[in-house]
């Protein structure tokens, strides 16, 4: 009878318990919400541990776990943090179920669970498992939307989905329709807009995020880089204090030939111990000094870089810079010992480590007056680049593929200086050489030149180069490469 009695108690109590399940976003929750996405989600969870007991019926604190667990997961990549995080994903997404129906957070809050869990899954290649919570969260997000049209934080994540759904190739697209998931670039990136400059009671809940994806949709998805850096010049960011606006800027400026800008970011963020440590810094300072050729600076980052992280992605990536340090220092024994890490460590996930692997199982080395201008191009410094290969022509160079390098490499520099006429005719030269060649300079030199005719507004002209980076096969960087012709000739298709 004893048992019984304490059966039912925990019984009627777990049920008073679900009776008063709600969603509350109060101040203090948008306070623990901000401390996550400037990535102080050390003071974050000692907030968030300070008000679970007292508010244990209010969901959004479970909500505000998951976004701690999916940044710190995502931006640092620990298997071992993984191992013992993961699982309270899909625990979440159970508590979450048993919410209020007639709030618009509760298919809202299962959307981001099943969303932040996707991304995570992808991160640690369960792609599988990912796609499937991909499509629970697009179809909740979508649901939420027709139930609840004006609770506009629903539209930041999916406008974000309907934009990265727009890039699926044609030949895929039947896939996507029969899962219920369709989307255009133009109208996911327009949602995201309509949050960032809506004043409604909404306002905060997202914005965060709202402005942290929305460079990224334009510059990736739109090929706009100058309405990108508009964005992010115009926009009240406080890169110092928010370190995932800081991670966007500097990135989205070391990835487009600003170095020295991407530099000034990384090196004046809010240095206390109360964000998450992130060895992301010291990668984007060692490129940043290694485009600049300040390779001790560089050579010292990267090597905490690598020294410090427990991730995968671009572990590869790193190692191959720094061999090409010691290369440039002449230390051929040291960059080769660099190089059997990029056969050894790290995984070939992105582009950047598929083609480390890629030039270290090759064996050859880079040019070194091409390393150089290569490496000044990309940082920004177009001038010293091209005054590297003054006086240099392609019979300067023996290999073929240097040869197609050279013409790339000048019409590189020339269009990044705003040269476009001059670089076409060089970017034509690298197509005419490296069309069968297994590196990226003939393809790019396509995608550039398709890019520059829709600059131009010859759309026409764009296409016909965006599909000849598309037949080109078997090349470095192809996926990506395929992705933004892709996409440059869905821009053009509606001009």
């Known amino acids: 009878m004893r048992k019984c009695f304490l059966l039912v108690l925990v019984i009627m109590m777990t049920s008073q318990v679900i009776g008063q399940y709600q969603y509350n976003w109060t101040p203090r929750t948008q306070k623990i919400y901000e401390s996550i996405t400037s990535l102080r989600i050390p003071e974050a969870r000692i907030l968030m541990n300070q008000d679970k007991k007292a508010n244990a019926a209010n969901l959004i604190y479970p909500l505000l776990e998951s976004y701690a667990d999916f940044y710190q997961l995502f931006l640092n990549e620990n298997k071992e943090e993984y191992s013992r995080m993961y699982p309270a994903f899909e625990q979440r997404i159970q508590l979450l179920e048993s919410g209020p129906k007639q709030s618009p957070y509760h298919l809202y809050s299962l959307a981001l669970a099943h969303l932040h869990k996707s991304l995570i899954a992808i991160r640690f290649n369960k792609n599988f498992e990912a796609a499937l919570d991909f ?16 609770f506009t934080p629903n539209d930041v994540y999916l406008g974000l989905m309907t934009s990265v759904i727009g890039t699926i190739p044609k030949g895929y697209q039947w896939m996507a329709n029969v899962l219920g998931m369709t989307g255009k670039i133009s109208e996911g990136n327009a949602l995201v807009l309509k949050y960032i400059n809506s004043k409604d009671a909404y306002y905060n809940q997202c914005r965060n995020e709202a402005l942290f994806v929305y460079p990224y949709l334009v510059m990736n998805f739109e090929g706009n880089k100058k309405k990108t850096f508009d964005f ?24 487009n030939q600003q170095s020295q800008k991407a530099l000034q970011i990384a090196s004046s963020i809010n240095p206390s111990n109360q964000y998450l440590t992130l060895p992301f810094w010291q990668l984007e300072m060692g490129y940043a000094y290694l485009n600049d050729l300040k390779i001790d600076a560089a050579k010292t980052a990267l090597q905490n870089f690598v020294g410090n992280f427990k991730g995968q992605f671009y572990v590869k990536d790193a190692y191959e810079k720094l061999s090409w340090i010691a290369y440039i220092q002449g230390d051929q024994a040291k960059a080769n010992a660099y190089r059997s890490n990029v056969l050894s ?36 410094y177009q001038q010293q680049a091209l005054a590297i290969l003054a006086g240099k022509t392609s019979n300067d160079f023996e290999k073929a593929a240097d040869k197609t390098e050279f013409a790339y490499r000048l019409g590189r520099i020339y269009e990044l200086a705003g040269q476009l006429d001059q670089a076409i005719p060089f970017y034509t030269s690298a197509i005419e050489k490296g069309a069968n060649q297994p590196e990226y300079f003939a393809a790019r030199a396509a995608l550039q030149i398709g890019l520059i005719y829709e600059q131009k507004g010859n759309p026409s002209q764009a296409i016909t180069f965006f599909n000849t980076c598309l037949e080109m096969k078997n090349h470095a960087f192809k996926n990506s490469l395929d992705q933004k012709a892709k996409t440059g000739i869905q821009r053009c298709l509606r001009k």
């Open 232 to 255: 992010i010049e115009k926009t009240d960011f406080d890169l110092a204090n928010n370190h995932l606006h800081a991670y966007m800027a500097t990135n989205l400026y070391l990835n």
């Open 345 to 380: 460590k790290g995984n070939d996930i992105t582009d950047a480590d598929k083609q480390a692997l890629q030039n270290a199982k090759k064996g050859t080395w880079p040019h070194p007056i091409l390393l150089k201008a290569r490496l000044l191009s990309d940082g920004g």
């Open 135 to 150: 499509r629970k969260a697009f179809l909740l997000f979508k649901a939420n939307k027709k139930a609840y049209p004006n």
